[in-house]
């Protein structure tokens, strides 16, 4: 019996053993894969936006519809650049 208590207690101790090399691996990945994120992010200028931004030609509110279904009209007129813009849309269709 105390024979069958030491094997089970080893056996335990060599899975624990295991299970925290296998951890201590997994942590230093991720300790790299951080340090790499942490390289690209100084790269890049502070402040600075991705590459990847459209400009939103729809800097206006034209008309707001209200959950009962009435709309309500702007109470400004919109930008002279946002008026040309939509000039050369209605000329492209």
Same mark, same amino acid.
Request: a positive charge; zero cysteines; charged letters at 30%.
């Given at each position: 019996?105390?024979?069958?208590l030491?094997?089970?207690?080893? %056996?335990?101790?060599?899975?624990?053993? &295991?299970?925290?090399?296998?951890?201590?691996?997994?942590?230093? @990945? !991720?300790e790299? *894969? =951080?340090?790499?994120? %942490?390289?690209?992010?100084?790269?890049? &200028?502070q402040?600075?936006?991705?590459?990847?931004?459209?400009? @939103? !030609?729809?800097? *206006? =509110?034209?008309?707001?519809?209200?959950?009962?279904?009435?709309?309500?009209?702007?109470t400004?007129k919109?930008?002279?650049?946002?008026?040309?813009?939509?000039?050369?849309?209605?000329?492209?269709?």
């Amino acid at each position: 019996m105390i024979e069958q208590l030491a094997a089970n207690t080893k %056996a335990f101790m060599d899975e624990t053993k &295991m299970n925290f090399k296998n951890q201590a691996k997994s942590i230093d @990945n !991720l300790e790299v *894969q =951080v340090g790499q994120i %942490a390289k690209l992010l100084s790269v890049r &200028m502070q402040g600075s936006l991705l590459n990847n931004t459209v400009k @939103n !030609l729809k800097d *206006q =509110v034209h008309t707001i519809t209200l959950r009962s279904g009435k709309q309500l009209e702007p109470t400004h007129k919109p930008s002279v650049e946002y008026q040309k813009d939509i000039r050369k849309k209605e000329e492209k269709h």
